[in-house]
């Protein structure tokens, strides 16, 4: 059969490469990669969305993620953002709930409100009923507040220095468990987000995880049905559950950097605090990491950190979990967790490896607090993200719709070539558009260290353990 269209020249080798990153810019407009639960393989505009390599080998060798504890974007950032050079999507005015009812939205106190903040809560927010929300049912309806850039002036100067991104929205609707599993896995492996208990008939052991002898809620595959399994991810042979499990073994980005010779570090506890004891120490979620590795990998997250940036020895990840008394959650002091910020950037920014290191900045879980934008799809409440580096683009910010923690990894994966962990993942917008790796912009943010009254730190030393940690 002959063709009546008229004959055209192959295109040249050079047009075929110049239409490529046509196409690709053409994708990339308006287009944001959201990972949701059970999504296909990448699609274009998420590949499109996590930037081509090629633009600008990265210098990034020392990637840091500071996970702090229970806060929505607009109660931390809110008026930051409405104070900065290039503003970002903050809000701290006025808001009526889906009942009528409407609140002021005042400063917050130093001494986070005690709020409900499990996926029950969660739901009732992103429904407007904010104020069925348990600890925030009544005048001054005390989840919707803010913080003032001077409550938290390490954060404010970060965020003012470097890139906020104002569209980082918590993965699901899930309590720290769940957001705790995510960090390091890319998936929250079938558990419904819940907080483990101690089961019956049971002694009790540490923490949360593998060790605890707790259960927590899980769903199988393709199934609605909620029953109480040990809240362990099994090793790859299913050691790990002190009994019975149905949970699948799951990767973490810890195993993806052994596997190309890169190192990691997890860091938790002090001298008189063991991490073993801390529900938040994500190693002992996964029996690979309790079992192999948690001795090693889990140190002072103040000192040992210093001391390795101070040094130029820093790991190519460092993961930073705080104790309650640093994590900012409910009934903890905002003032205490912003010098624990403070201290961690001054001694990165001042360090040697300073010019190599990206550090990201977010929280687990809203807390349960206010914010004014919608999520999309099935994803949580938004989160704070401030990501500070010298070659993070000066006061930027990022819009582009990213997932957390699943961006953070999609990132790290993409730094240092890894293996992709999850489809979460492999789908997540990778925070590229908030790094310039032409030109590094090297002046530090000022650290500043806040006062905290003698009656604020009594009143944190009196908490029960267990009262600010769930």
Aim: proline residues 8%; aromatic residues 10%.
């Amino acid at each position: 059969m002959h063709s009546s269209a008229p004959h055209r020249r192959a295109p040249s080798r050079a047009w075929k490469k110049l239409s490529g990153y046509l196409a690709v810019g053409l994708l990339a407009l308006g287009l944001s990669a959201v990972s949701l639960p059970g999504s296909a393989s990448p699609s274009a505009a998420a590949l499109s969305a996590r930037g081509p390599r090629s633009a600008a080998r990265s210098p990034i060798k020392h990637v840091v993620i500071l996970y702090q504890e229970n806060h929505s974007f607009d109660d931390v950032l809110g008026q930051v953002c409405q104070q900065r050079r290039i503003s970002c999507h903050g809000y701290t005015g006025p808001v009526k709930f889906a009942d009528g009812r409407r609140a002021g939205n005042i400063v917050e106190p130093d001494i986070v409100p005690r709020v409900d903040h499990l996926p029950r809560s969660q739901f009732l927010g992103l429904a407007n009923r904010w104020d069925r929300i348990a600890g925030c049912e009544k005048k001054p309806f005390v989840c919707v507040t803010h913080y003032r850039p001077k409550d938290i002036p390490n954060l404010a100067a970060l965020a003012r220095r470097y890139v906020v991104s104002d569209r980082s929205f918590a993965s699901d609707k899930t309590a720290s468990f769940g957001a705790h599993i995510t960090l390091p896995a890319g998936t929250i492996d079938g558990f419904v987000g819940t907080n483990p208990h101690p089961a019956q008939h049971e002694p009790a052991g540490i923490g949360w995880g593998c060790p605890s002898h707790k259960n927590a809620l899980w769903t199988a595959p393709h199934s609605n049905s909620q029953r109480l399994v040990p809240s362990c991810i099994p090793d790859s042979k299913g050691h790990g559950p002190y009994r019975a499990s149905p949970v699948r073994y799951a990767p973490t980005i810890m195993e993806r950097l052994e596997e190309k010779g890169l190192t990691w570090h997890v860091y938790q506890g002090h001298r008189t605090d063991a991490p073993t004891q801390q529900i938040w120490a994500v190693c002992q979620y996964f029996d690979w990491c309790d079992q192999h590795r948690f001795n090693l990998h889990h140190n002072s997250s103040t000192t040992t950190f210093i001391n390795a940036a101070d040094r130029g020895r820093l790991p190519s990840l460092s993961i930073l979990l705080p104790l309650e008394g640093y994590s900012q959650h409910n009934q903890a002091s905002m003032k205490v967790g912003d010098n624990y910020i403070g201290r961690i950037l001054k001694a990165t920014q001042n360090g040697p490896e300073w010019r190599h290191t990206a550090v990201f900045v977010t929280y687990d879980d809203c807390g349960c607090f206010f914010d004014h934008v919608k999520p999309p799809g099935r994803l949580g409440v938004r989160e704070p993200m401030v990501i500070i580096s010298p070659w993070a683009k000066p006061g930027y910010s990022d819009g582009n719709t990213a997932v957390v923690p699943y961006s953070m990894l999609a990132f790290v994966e993409w730094d240092f070539r890894l293996a992709s962990l999850t489809r979460n993942v492999s789908n997540a917008y990778n925070y590229r558009r908030s790094f310039n790796f032409h030109k590094p912009h090297m002046t530090p943010a000022p650290i500043i260290m806040s006062h905290v009254s003698k009656h604020e730190l009594r009143v944190i030393a009196a908490l029960p353990p267990d009262d600010v940690g769930t």
